[in-house]
């Protein structure tokens, strides 16, 4: 049976996609002590498809990079279940670090990040509230409109 945090995401019509192997010399998750750092997430959809390409501010609207920053958030939490085997077990949300695919002039990347913080307190609650850094980048793998990594603190 599925734990409150995947019922929470369930409510929400969220379903984890099997966690994404990476495309280069790194690995998907490092564990020390209680903290669990998840590398760096692109907008893959369930699918495998880019939720957004592109740059904000040039192409891809301020509602969906809202929308691949939530599925870059998805694909955090399917890569924080692997590492631990059950969401219940993360004690908080510590950092997300979001890098948007923007134009020169897009000023607009928290609130694209957003679309990973909401989901994050969405499914933890108070324990999903977390420090937040947002860049704005010239470009990501695979031309993603949006990339989030994350540090958790778990059990």
Known sequence: MAGTVEQNLTAQGITLPAPKAPVANY???VRTGNLLFVSGQVC???DG???????????????????AAKGCGVNLLA???AAIGDLDKVVRVVRLGGFVNSAPDFLDGP???NGASDLMVAAFGDKGRHARTTVGVSALPSDAAVEVEGVFEVE
């Open 49 to 67: 498809k880019m939720i957004a390409s592109g740059k904000l501010g040039g192409g891809v609207s301020l509602e969906d990079g809202y929308a």
């Open 111 to 113: 609130k694209v990040l």
């Open 27 to 29: 690995v998907p998750f």
């Open 44 to 46: 893959l959809g369930g």
């Open 79 to 81: 890569q924080v279940k």
